[in-house]
């Protein structure tokens, strides 16, 4: 699923607007990884956002 395990960032919908103002349905989607992280002694799978994934490195 697009959604993030940290943050909970998930799927936002919206429109595709034209120039002549008619609107159509779309989504944007967060850029998820798959990362490997250590939480007390044992190895998880998340499913990590890339702005939680840099926030994770930094500290």
Do not use: D, E, Y
């Amino acid at each position: 699923m697009a959604v993030c395990s940290i943050c909970g960032k998930g799927v936002v919908f919206g429109h595709n607007v034209s120039h002549s103002n008619r609107k159509t349905s779309r989504t944007w989607k967060p850029n998820i990884r798959k990362v490997k992280v250590t939480i007390n002694g044992t190895t998880k799978v998340l499913s990590v956002c890339s702005r939680c994934l840099r926030t994770m490195k930094k500290g």
